[in-house]
């Protein structure tokens, strides 16, 4: 399976992104789904997940509230709305896919897509 995520850009502290990825080669319907986020110098660290069954989103404790995490299977992309930025939340965001429940460490994912930047100002 093959991941793109795109969405990425450069916005003021307090305003909104909405990151996609569009899963090819296979339905996204099959897989967990993921964002994951990375600045330089720091492990890559779990931002949201979540597969066919909505209940089981999981979201990192500093983005629940403001990150919504969905998923469109008729279209295979998932999606990331970011509200209420912050500087903080400035970093490399990257698609992942895996198999199971939704996890937070990054080596068992599966599938990976190129990172988008996200960079939020003061």
């Known amino acids: 399976v093959q991941l793109q995520a795109s969405g990425g850009g450069t916005v003021q502290a307090g305003m909104s992104l909405t990151l996609s990825c569009v899963v090819s080669g296979g339905p996204s319907s099959r897989y967990t789904m993921g964002w994951f986020r990375q600045t330089p110098g720091k492990e890559r660290e779990f931002v949201a997940a979540g597969n066919w069954i909505i209940e089981n989103t999981r979201y990192a404790d500093s983005v629940k509230g403001r990150f919504t995490f969905s998923r469109d299977n008729a279209k295979n992309t998932v999606h990331l709305q970011m509200n209420s930025l912050k500087p903080e939340d400035t970093a490399v965001y990257y698609c992942?896919?895996?198999?199971?429940?939704?996890?937070?460490?990054?080596?068992?994912?599966?599938?990976w897509g190129q990172g988008t930047q996200v960079t939020v100002s003061s």
């Open positions: 992942a896919a895996t198999q199971g429940l939704a996890k937070t460490i990054q080596s068992e994912w599966t599938h």
